[in-house]
């Protein structure tokens, strides 16, 4: 079965700073699609970046980028430069071929300091 | 162009009754799903649909839950009986299609209160 695994439940940055939220993942298929996604206590869920398990390199979205490592089975989230409209709930979550379901992990909360 | 939007954004109900919830997905998009998320949680799958047809319904926690998309496009999300358990927010999710590359976009979801 498809698991994700988030260890941190709360990660605080300094405002200007990188911050890399973790998430661990586990499938038998050797075809899946990992994603972030972004929950501001408003509650809406806000997409942020994919990251395909053929793709070659580590996908990049503005401020975001994937820290993918296949091997070790781990998609980490880099935020640089954060800012303080980045505290929010960060969510991985991944599907595979044997369903259509985004699996989710339990989520990182992740609070900027000015 | 619109997102996906959900109606009602909050829904107090009493333990007992009938609830409807409704999702209108990004237009032109086949794929939509329901999830639901409890306190602390993150978001966990109910029921998808590809076109009218629901092609999984295997997260419907009981048969209180039923789900239709009679055209292909607007979703409505039915429980029976509704029991505190389940107090949550519902979200709605949309896809271009159902492949694995395929982003679901969310709407902003329904707080369901069941007293």
């Known amino acids: 079965a498809q698991k994700i695994t988030q260890t941190q439940p709360g990660m605080f940055v300094q405002e200007k700073e990188a911050v890399t939220l973790d998430c661990t993942y586990d499938?038998?298929?050797?075809?899946?699609?990992l994603f972030w996604y972004k929950q501001p206590s408003s509650g809406e869920m806000i997409f942020l970046i994919y990251q395909g398990s053929y793709d070659q390199q580590n996908a990049t979205e503005g401020r975001y980028s994937l820290n993918f490592q296949k091997a070790r089975k781990s998609a980490n989230l880099v935020i640089s430069a954060s800012q303080l409209g980045d505290s929010a709930m960060y969510f991985c979550?991944?599907?595979?071929?044997?369903?259509?379901?985004?699996?989710f992990g339990k989520g990182t909360k992740l609070s900027v300091i000015p | 162009g619109a997102g996906v939007s959900q109606t009602p954004s909050n829904k107090v109900t009493e333990k007992g009754k009938y609830v409807e919830l409704r999702c209108d997905p990004i237009?032109?998009?086949?794929?939509l799903y329901w999830y639901r998320q409890s306190l602390g949680q993150g978001p966990e799958f109910l029921i998808y649909f590809q076109g009218t047809g629901a092609a999984d319904d295997s997260g419907l926690p009981n048969d209180r839950f039923f789900a239709v998309r009679p055209e292909g496009s607007v979703s409505t999300l039915k429980i029976q009986r509704t029991e505190r358990g389940d107090s949550a927010v519902y979200l709605c999710a949309s896809s271009a299609s159902s492949g694995i590359t395929d982003t679901q976009y969310f709407g902003p979801g329904t707080r369901l209160t069941v007293l």
């Open positions: 499938t038998s298929d050797p075809s899946y699609g």
């Open positions: 979550a991944m599907r595979d071929r044997r369903s259509y379901q985004l699996t």
């Open positions: 237009s032109g998009h086949t794929a």
